[in-house]
Nanobody
Framework: QVQLAESGGGLVQAGGSLRLSCSTP????????MGWFRQAPGKEREFVAA????????NYASSVKGRFTISRDNAKNTVILQMNSLKPEDPAVYYC???????????????????WGQGTQVTVSS
């Protein structure tokens, strides 16, 4: 079974930064789009950011645009979500996901992604 492994979550003060990393040990996803989603308690999983297979196209939820940056290093099979200016509304479990396509116009739909990690918790203190 394909596994995605997230890391980098933790506790940070509002206004601070965290860097989430997603690795894909044992398999390369360099030909596929990748995404980050998050889910807060009692809420549905929501789209955060997506990146095409080459890294040439990125998309963001309006709530994080300008604060979060998604990037990838295909040589290292790693996808990064740099989160700056964290707000009290950002806490959630953050999930890395891999599509089975290089890019999709429906990048914001969870159903677009075939593989998921276990998630990493992000907590923001005010």
């Amino acid at each position: 079974q394909v596994q995605l492994a997230e890391s980098g979550g933790g506790l940070v003060q509002a206004g601070g930064s965290l860097r989430l990393s997603c690795s894909t040990p044992g398999r390369t996803f360099s030909n596929y789009a990748m995404g980050w989603f998050r889910q807060a308690p009692g809420k549905e999983r929501e789209f955060v950011a997506a990146i095409s297979w080459s890294g040439g196209t990125t998309n963001y939820a309006s709530s994080v645009k300008g604060r979060f940056t998604i990037s990838r290093d295909n040589a290292k099979n790693t996808v990064i979500l740099q989160m700056n200016s964290l707000k009290p509304e950002d806490p959630a479990v953050y999930y890395c996901a891999a599509s089975s396509r290089p890019y999709s116009s429906t990048y914001y739909r969870a159903g677009e992604y075939r593989y998921w990690g276990q998630g990493t918790q992000v907590t923001v203190s005010s």
